[in-house]
């Protein structure tokens, strides 16, 4: 596809339940970024991914959010046991190129809205 | 660590008025600096950067100088269309780190 894609755009998930977003970044992108936008606020860093390696997961607020992208292309965001907390937007983006020039060059998708009831 | 600091919004605007986003930084380190934009129900794009000192970004009529002795990277437009309509987040990287730091976002309403 022409942008990064996420699915599925909106989620309601109950208390409790778990949750899987998918990330479908730009067709040879080496990068993967996930990012956590509450309400009213800016995004925050989760995870990043150079390829299949998770370089980077020190943004992920506790053992329940666990990320992957087992073949270097499709990541997948999984909460398990969602908290009212956990409601947000979460955001894709992918870069071309690896090492910390990917920040410069980073297309978003358009998020997933989770609403936790 | 990094942090990034907004002015509130909304701002609100007539059609051809001009327009100024503060934005200030700290980082740990010689950052490179951004402003993203958000239009309703679309993804983050990025509007333009700047990655050393005196840089100036520009892109659709916006421009914003990175002037490290202030700390600040201030957005600006000499005139803003309804079509500017959208929320924009002002972020800094820093080559430690492997992630963007970015402010709450300012949302900009313009009107007729």
């Known amino acids: 596809g022409a942008g990064v894609s996420q699915s599925p755009r909106y989620k309601v998930a109950k208390r409790g339940q778990d949750v899987a977003l998918r990330c479908d970044p730009i067709?040879?992108?080496?990068?993967l970024f996930w990012y956590q936008q509450a309400l009213g606020q800016g995004p925050e860093f989760l995870t990043y991914?150079?390829?299949?390696?998770?370089?980077?997961k020190s943004g992920l607020p506790s053992d329940r959010f666990f990320a992957e992208r087992p073949e270097g292309s499709v990541s997948t965001l999984k909460i398990q046991r969602t908290q009212q907390e956990d409601s947000a937007v979460y955001l894709c983006?992918?870069?071309?190129?690896?090492?910390?020039?990917?920040?410069?060059?980073?297309?978003f998708g358009q998020g997933t809205r989770l609403t936790v009831v | 660590g990094n942090s990034v600091t907004q002015m509130e919004g909304p701002v609100t605007l007539s059609e051809e008025a001009f327009l100024t986003i503060n934005c200030t930084y700290t980082?740990?380190?010689?950052?490179?600096l951004f402003w993203y934009v958000q239009y309703p129900g679309e993804g983050l794009q990025l509007l333009l950067k700047?990655?050393?000192?005196?840089d100036k970004g520009s892109n659709k009529g916006f421009e914003a100088t990175y002037r490290k002795e202030t700390t600040s990277f201030h957005l600006e437009k000499g005139s803003v269309q309804v079509s500017d309509s959208a929320v924009y987040f002002c972020?800094?990287?820093?080559?430690?780190?492997?992630?963007?730091?970015f402010g709450t976002g300012t949302r900009l309403q313009v009107t007729l």
């Open positions: 983006a992918s870069s071309l190129v690896g090492g910390s020039k990917a920040n410069t060059e980073a297309f």
């Open positions: 972020a800094l990287f820093t080559g430690t780190a492997s992630k963007l730091t």
């Open positions: 700047a990655t050393k000192a005196d």
């Open positions: 980082a740990t380190g010689y950052p490179s």
């Open positions: 067709s040879g992108h080496v990068s």
């Open positions: 991914f150079q390829n299949e390696a998770q370089l980077d």
